[in-house]
């Protein structure tokens, strides 16, 4: 069961989201759909880690409203898969970027094995609990050697925190761990990019704005911005941290 905080963030805010992307005007909606999960610097990371190219199948796994898939799409020319369990959040997606959308979680891709070129998963990982399973569905529908790129939220110590409702942070070393297990070798990474621009950060915080207008005395508002509140102090404290990852598909061995 999906606790509540979870839906409030995910699924009730995403369709508030659309609502006010649809009022304020078309130029609003990547840098809404991105709030929370990425910014530009750190979406052109990943892009040029995972050697995104025109035409190429990116499967966004956990995609939310589709703000970093449809910034791929209109930088790099990438036709994205959308992948995400939350119904108000598909519809969102289909409204705002009209991409493809499935409505599925992590575990269980209705893809057959080895159809993408790539996957990006950001900010998708600590939310779920068996991160592994995620990642060896990631693996099997993945190209040999394809690239995996991860926005992960990583604790700097294994000491139980005062998480956000629904999130499990892994620290760097199991994070790898869990790579090196389900088949992926870790290429690269680094911390999150700053120097958001102001007209990217202006934008998202307008559409906050405009949710919080129309929605600010519902409880599905109050539990979100508590859950944000929550990572704010986390983060302030240096107890959670945010990593972008470069992973490649180690090819299964051939039986013998």
């Excluded at 759909?33 to 880690?49: F, I, K, V, Y």
Aim: glycine fraction near 10%; charge should be positive; charged fraction near 20%.
């Amino acid at each position: 069961m999906t606790e509540p905080a979870m839906t409030a963030e995910f699924d009730d805010v995403a369709g508030w989201t659309a609502d006010a992307v649809e009022r304020l005007g078309e130029g609003y909606a990547i840098p809404a759909a991105c709030r929370g999960s990425a910014n530009p610097a750190a979406l052109a990371w990943l892009a040029e880690a995972c050697e995104l190219r025109a035409g190429s199948r990116l499967l966004d796994v956990g995609a939310g409203i589709g703000g970093p898939a449809a910034w791929a799409a209109e930088r790099f020319g990438v036709r994205p898969v959308l992948l995400e369990p939350m119904p108000a959040a598909c519809r969102a997606a289909a409204r705002l970027f009209g991409l493809p959308v499935i409505a599925a979680d992590g575990r269980r891709i209705p893809l057959r094995a080895g159809s993408v070129d790539a996957v990006w998963c950001l900010g998708v990982l600590d939310t779920v609990r068996d991160k592994a399973a995620v990642l060896r569905e990631i693996h099997r529908v993945l190209l040999p050697g394809a690239p995996l790129g991860l926005l992960a939220v990583v604790a700097r110590s294994t000491r139980a925190l005062p998480a956000p409702e629904g999130n499990l942070f892994p620290t760097r070393r199991r994070l790898a761990g869990l790579l090196d297990g389900a088949g992926f070798d870790l290429v690269e990474q680094t911390g999150l990019p700053g120097g958001v621009p102001l007209s990217w950060s202006r934008r998202a915080e307008r559409i906050a704005a405009v949710v919080a207008a129309g929605h600010g005395a519902d409880r599905a508002h109050a539990l979100a911005v508590r859950q944000a509140e929550t990572f704010t102090r986390l983060f302030a404290s240096g107890q959670i941290s945010v990593r972008l990852v470069h992973a490649a598909r180690r090819p299964v061995p051939c039986a013998q």
